[in-house]
């Protein structure tokens, strides 16, 4: 396939760690970087991850594919506009939520050029300096209502993909919205919940930095996450954060009740259910 | 120090990689395996983790130091009888509540020679194929009650820690009990509620499978932990964990609550506040 010349709106943790793969894949023949803060562009030239940094309307007027990686607050408003502006470009947006965004621009004239996906692949870090080498390679990624797109614009975003290692699975946006928020946005808010309980219940802090084991650290690294990135997620997909989460509260209680009733048989066969996540995750 | 004959009961996860690391450091002479099951006693010897296997009372009357690694419900109703038959052994348990403990043997008359311990290092996995090289290695162990050992027994202790890599704190067993609840036990329990949550919302295995991310597996992977093992860690540790657990499913609401009535400061500020974690951990 021909090197493409590419905008990436958004040089932060997710875009930025895709120009990298671009670049490397000889995917792009030019990168250019736009964002919304002077640093987060200076900081992208800097480590070159970009080969320039232009305005938003020229950077979509000289690229073959406009790539977004910002927040999806931003997205819902921005996507429309970007699509005004499109001749022949493809724009791909690398987003968390999925139905929100589909539906803005489900009646726009150029909505075939536009290509609805979400990377699974993140980190806690964020800002152009957190991006990685290497990021994508053997996760997943979803394509959202394909028969939406243009076939071209659909091939090439697929292209893109399978060349920086994801592997493709296909779902309408609702389907992703729902599954999203069991594998991706509870963890997420567990994980927020979590810091703000030990940060509330000890105050010694000292005691938790010496004592914290692998396993704290791993429930709770995820609080490091970007407000900016997470609080639109939660938001925009409220319905069904609001229906995983409110099972968690119950879930939780069940271990309250059994813990403070001295249900030891109880707690067994919590735990004991628990374990069938082996069956999913290694 | 010269090298002595030590008994590990329970050749499991935490005993058997504890094993590995004394006969690599050259801290034991001999080690003799016991446990409760004969397929745990008989992959230890296969899998060379101990010297041999015998029962319970033989092993103690041939060791210089006898090493308690099962779960702490056991614990407790035999740790009195184990020193019932000591005459010089050290005794050294490694379980991970202390205060029951330490109360049930207060009064012994061979108290000296027992010395309360926790190093703060396992994993999801259990068993003696669990047992992995290089475990304890630069985390932290905490003695409790340094003052009702004998000081042979502590110096002993203390320098098998040391030689395995561990950096040691001292604490009282109710102060240890506390932080523990804090820094370990919770994050247990809010990873098996996640993995009942999304076993009960999510009736599609495959998307899990091929949506999880790395966030979610590390959230979600300590819901493999064994229930024997941490059923009578939360019930031993009740007061704590429902102290801590209380607010937990408090800052849950908050952040359910938030989502629900739109509030999209506060989903901020909860999320900024728990980005505070990272002063404790990096």
């Not at 979400?118 to 800002?127: D, F, I, R, V």
């Not at 939406?148 to 389907?175: F, N, P, Q, V």
Request: glycine share 6%.
């Amino acid at each position: 396939m021909e090197r493409k010349r590419i905008a990436i709106i958004g040089v932060g943790l997710i875009g930025g760690s895709l120009a990298i793969q671009l670049h490397e894949k000889k995917i792009s023949s030019r990168l250019i970087g736009v964002d919304a803060t002077k640093e987060h562009e200076a900081k992208a030239l800097e480590l070159e991850l970009v080969d320039e940094i232009l305005p938003l309307d020229e950077a979509i007027a000289q690229s073959d594919v406009v790539i977004l990686a910002f927040p999806v607050d931003l997205m819902v408003g921005l996507l429309p506009s970007i699509l005004d502006k499109v001749d022949q470009q493809i724009v791909v947006d690398l987003g968390s939520t999925k139905s929100q965004l589909t539906e803005a621009v489900a009646n726009h004239p150029k909505r075939g050029r536009y290509v609805a996906t979400h990377p699974m692949w993140g980190t806690e870090y964020s800002g152009p300096a957190a991006a990685v080498r290497g990021a994508y390679e053997n996760k997943a990624v979803i394509i959202c209502n394909e028969g939406d797109s243009d076939l071209d614009a659909l091939e090439w975003t697929k292209y893109m993909y399978k060349k920086i290692g994801m592997h493709l699975l296909s779902m309408e946006a609702k389907a992703h919205d729902l599954h999203a928020a069991y594998v991706s946005h509870i963890s997420h808010i567990t994980s927020f919940a979590l810091a703000n309980t030990v940060l509330e219940k000890e105050k010694e802090d000292n005691a938790i930095f010496e004592m914290a084991s692998a396993g704290f650290e791993s429930t709770v690294r995820l609080a490091k996450s970007n407000p900016a990135m997470w609080v639109p997620i939660f938001l925009q997909n409220k319905v069904n954060v609001l229906d995983v989460l409110n099972e968690h509260i119950q879930q939780l209680t069940k271990f309250r009740d059994s813990i403070r009733d001295d249900k030891g048989t109880d707690l067994q066969n919590l735990i004991e259910h628990a374990n069938k996540i082996r069956r999913i995750i290694k």
